[in-house]
């Protein structure tokens, strides 16, 4: 039970990460992200497919959030130069060639094998208790970032996302550079989202292309919806709250017999679909509103 | 040979013309891009295969009835979700709309399963010509959606309703002092994209296979071909759909066929960095 507990922490902290760098981009920012997903897969597929050629583990995860950070530069680079809702496209389409080309090139992905036997760090430090320590380093993590995001939050790189979000014509007649504004932070929430896919990967120690597919990034958007967008606390309560409510409909399959492995998954992509929809109808602001600083 | 894959590039471009201009000028009118297009395109497959499996209907009426399950969807749609929206961020519609997408889809996933599925057709001979090999089907599938595209075309610049419809687009507050019904406009525009799209998943089911993710396989090449139309334009989006469809095709001598439904995102890609308003060259 307590490994359980433990288990369902770390990915609990994994996906608080993720929800963390969405706000920046939607919460702070106003960008629509419908690729979070491939981000995420960016930063585990490069520090996995690093640390198990051997390259020391610091680096390898060095590289993976500059690759993540890269993907998401390009991206929003050539997305933002015209019009705004051309990035929700962009990305969404990145997340589906991502997944094409880690099931197709098998020379450098392994293809739909996978990558096994990633290390996971300090291993020979904790012979015990190792979960417990992952879990630390996961926390950890979610900790440094929400510290240094409500930062960003207060600072005035903060408040010129803000203006830009709620109006960008007195942004740019205040002088803001709109479009730089808004790939650097869309650029942020990508690393982001590929320090928790690095997380994510050394938790597992193995990861496959069909880890990484469109529902992950509809969960997280519920995550962020449902806590309260704008706002690092919701940010991370909305991933507790919906691991919960997935954890919770898993026990609904012993309690109801016609739910099949498909229909259950069907039934709680089809709940949380609804939740969105019903959220950004009625409570937009979520659990915890957006405050200003 | 290659002219082969011309011929069927032309019949998957008229597919993706139906959706590419229903989301085109969803997309104009209500200042979103409704993601639920790629459901729509599911639930007209999944109609169809109920009336013509479950209740034995002839694939004609099947599809005539997809195209009104489709199109009431739609409107049910956005009458429940949208509408409540129209004051807010665009942004937040577009959010709203993929919730809608996993709804839908996961509906029909819980009912039918993830099984891949066909129609009840009878077989037909293909026929040779010129060196060509031309299915019974893909001639049905090109005709009507030739036919769909000029009624479109006529009722969007012949009929007073049409020439409204583009007016909202062009400019909601002057359509509206001009005494436009804004609401009768939009909701007669969903109605005619659902059964765009409805009509189009058919083809494409009965084109390929019909699976709860028949629409979002095709969800990305809809986007190019709309983006390469430049959004707005009717004539845009299908010159841009027969485009799209000719290079996916004609791409696969040249890259892998696993890499298809990528071709569209390069295609997007391409259009962003060297004319991002389209072919239409629409105002934006």
């Given at each position: 039970m307590t490994g359980y507990l433990v288990a369902i922490a770390t990915l609990v902290g994994i996906r608080a990460l993720l929800a963390l760098g969405l706000n920046v981009q939607w919460?702070?920012?106003g960008l629509v992200n419908l690729g979070v997903v491939a981000f995420f897969g960016v930063g585990a597929y490069t520090a996995g497919l690093l640390a198990v050629a051997g390259v020391a583990l610091p680096a390898a995860w060095a590289a993976a959030i500059v690759a993540s950070a890269l993907a998401g530069a390009l991206l929003a680079t050539v997305a933002l130069r015209l019009r705004e809702d051309y990035l929700a496209i962009v990305t969404l389409g990145f997340g589906e060639v991502l997944r094409l080309f880690l099931l197709n090139e098998a020379w450098l992905?392994?293809?739909?094998n996978g990558i096994t036997g990633i290390p996971r760090p300090l291993r020979s430090w904790f012979p015990a208790h190792y979960d417990l320590f992952y879990l630390g380093l996961v926390l950890g993590c979610v900790a440094l970032i929400y510290l240094a995001l409500e930062r960003l939050r207060r600072s005035p790189f903060g408040r010129a996302l803000r203006a830009i979000r709620e109006d960008e014509t007195v942004a740019t007649v205040a002088g803001k550079n709109i479009v730089r504004f808004k790939v650097q932070a869309f650029v942020i929430g990508a690393a982001v989202a590929g320090l928790a896919g690095i997380l994510f990967g050394h938790y597992l120690a193995y990861i496959e292309p069909?880890?990484?597919?469109p529902q992950e990034t509809l969960f997280v958007w519920l995550a962020l919806i449902l806590g309260g967008s704008g706002n690092n606390r919701g940010a991370i309560l909305g991933a507790v709250v919906l691991l919960g409510l997935l954890e919770g409909s898993r026990f609904a399959k012993d309690v109801i017999p016609f739910l099949t492995g498909v229909r259950l998954a069907a039934a709680q992509q089809m709940l949380v679909g609804l939740l969105l929809v019903v959220l950004m109808i009625k409570r937009p602001e979520g659990l915890l509103p957006e405050r200003a600083p | 040979m290659s002219a082969q894959y011309l011929f069927n590039g032309i019949v998957t471009g008229g597919i993706l013309a139906l959706p590419a201009v229903a989301f085109s000028l969803l997309w104009k009118l209500l200042?979103?891009?409704?993601?639920a297009v790629s459901a729509y395109l599911t639930v007209g497959a999944f109609a169809a295969l109920t009336a013509n499996?479950?209740?034995?209907?002839?694939l004609a009426s099947a599809w005539l009835g997809a195209l009104a399950v489709t199109a009431l969807v739609a409107w049910l749609v956005d009458r429940v979700t949208f509408r409540p929206m129209r004051?807010?961020?665009?942004f937040s519609l577009a959010i709203a709309s993929i919730g809608v997408t996993f709804v839908l889809e996961n509906v029909i996933r819980f009912v039918w399963g993830n099984d891949f599925r066909a129609y009840d057709v009878p077989v037909t001979r293909a026929m040779t010509w010129a060196g060509l090999r031309i299915g019974r089907e893909q001639l049905d599938i090109l005709g009507v959606a030739v036919a769909l595209m000029l009624l479109a075309q006529i009722f969007l610049t012949r009929t007073r309703l049409g020439i409204a419809m583009r007016a909202t687009a062009d400019n909601p507050p002057l359509a509206t002092v001009k005494g436009v019904p804004t609401e009768r406009v939009i909701g007669l525009a969903t109605l005619g994209g659902g059964a765009l799209a409805g009509g189009a998943g058919v083809f494409l089911g009965l084109d390929t296979s019909i699976d709860p993710l028949l629409g979002a396989g095709l969800i990305i090449s809809v986007f190019a071909a709309a983006i390469l139309g430049g959004i707005g334009s009717a004539p845009g989006a299908l010159a841009g759909a027969l485009i799209v469809g000719i290079v996916e095709e004609v791409g696969t001598l040249v890259i892998p066929p696993t890499y298809k439904s990528a071709i569209g995102f390069f295609i997007i890609l391409v259009v962003l960095l060297v004319r991002p308003t389209g072919l239409a060259g629409a105002r934006t």
């Amino acid at each position: 039970m307590t490994g359980y507990l433990v288990a369902i922490a770390t990915l609990v902290g994994i996906r608080a990460l993720l929800a963390l760098g969405l706000n920046v981009q939607w919460g702070f920012t106003g960008l629509v992200n419908l690729g979070v997903v491939a981000f995420f897969g960016v930063g585990a597929y490069t520090a996995g497919l690093l640390a198990v050629a051997g390259v020391a583990l610091p680096a390898a995860w060095a590289a993976a959030i500059v690759a993540s950070a890269l993907a998401g530069a390009l991206l929003a680079t050539v997305a933002l130069r015209l019009r705004e809702d051309y990035l929700a496209i962009v990305t969404l389409g990145f997340g589906e060639v991502l997944r094409l080309f880690l099931l197709n090139e098998a020379w450098l992905t392994r293809g739909a094998n996978g990558i096994t036997g990633i290390p996971r760090p300090l291993r020979s430090w904790f012979p015990a208790h190792y979960d417990l320590f992952y879990l630390g380093l996961v926390l950890g993590c979610v900790a440094l970032i929400y510290l240094a995001l409500e930062r960003l939050r207060r600072s005035p790189f903060g408040r010129a996302l803000r203006a830009i979000r709620e109006d960008e014509t007195v942004a740019t007649v205040a002088g803001k550079n709109i479009v730089r504004f808004k790939v650097q932070a869309f650029v942020i929430g990508a690393a982001v989202a590929g320090l928790a896919g690095i997380l994510f990967g050394h938790y597992l120690a193995y990861i496959e292309p069909n880890m990484f597919v469109p529902q992950e990034t509809l969960f997280v958007w519920l995550a962020l919806i449902l806590g309260g967008s704008g706002n690092n606390r919701g940010a991370i309560l909305g991933a507790v709250v919906l691991l919960g409510l997935l954890e919770g409909s898993r026990f609904a399959k012993d309690v109801i017999p016609f739910l099949t492995g498909v229909r259950l998954a069907a039934a709680q992509q089809m709940l949380v679909g609804l939740l969105l929809v019903v959220l950004m109808i009625k409570r937009p602001e979520g659990l915890l509103p957006e405050r200003a600083p | 040979m290659s002219a082969q894959y011309l011929f069927n590039g032309i019949v998957t471009g008229g597919i993706l013309a139906l959706p590419a201009v229903a989301f085109s000028l969803l997309w104009k009118l209500l200042r979103f891009p409704n993601f639920a297009v790629s459901a729509y395109l599911t639930v007209g497959a999944f109609a169809a295969l109920t009336a013509n499996r479950g209740l034995g209907w002839p694939l004609a009426s099947a599809w005539l009835g997809a195209l009104a399950v489709t199109a009431l969807v739609a409107w049910l749609v956005d009458r429940v979700t949208f509408r409540p929206m129209r004051a807010r961020r665009p942004f937040s519609l577009a959010i709203a709309s993929i919730g809608v997408t996993f709804v839908l889809e996961n509906v029909i996933r819980f009912v039918w399963g993830n099984d891949f599925r066909a129609y009840d057709v009878p077989v037909t001979r293909a026929m040779t010509w010129a060196g060509l090999r031309i299915g019974r089907e893909q001639l049905d599938i090109l005709g009507v959606a030739v036919a769909l595209m000029l009624l479109a075309q006529i009722f969007l610049t012949r009929t007073r309703l049409g020439i409204a419809m583009r007016a909202t687009a062009d400019n909601p507050p002057l359509a509206t002092v001009k005494g436009v019904p804004t609401e009768r406009v939009i909701g007669l525009a969903t109605l005619g994209g659902g059964a765009l799209a409805g009509g189009a998943g058919v083809f494409l089911g009965l084109d390929t296979s019909i699976d709860p993710l028949l629409g979002a396989g095709l969800i990305i090449s809809v986007f190019a071909a709309a983006i390469l139309g430049g959004i707005g334009s009717a004539p845009g989006a299908l010159a841009g759909a027969l485009i799209v469809g000719i290079v996916e095709e004609v791409g696969t001598l040249v890259i892998p066929p696993t890499y298809k439904s990528a071709i569209g995102f390069f295609i997007i890609l391409v259009v962003l960095l060297v004319r991002p308003t389209g072919l239409a060259g629409a105002r934006t």
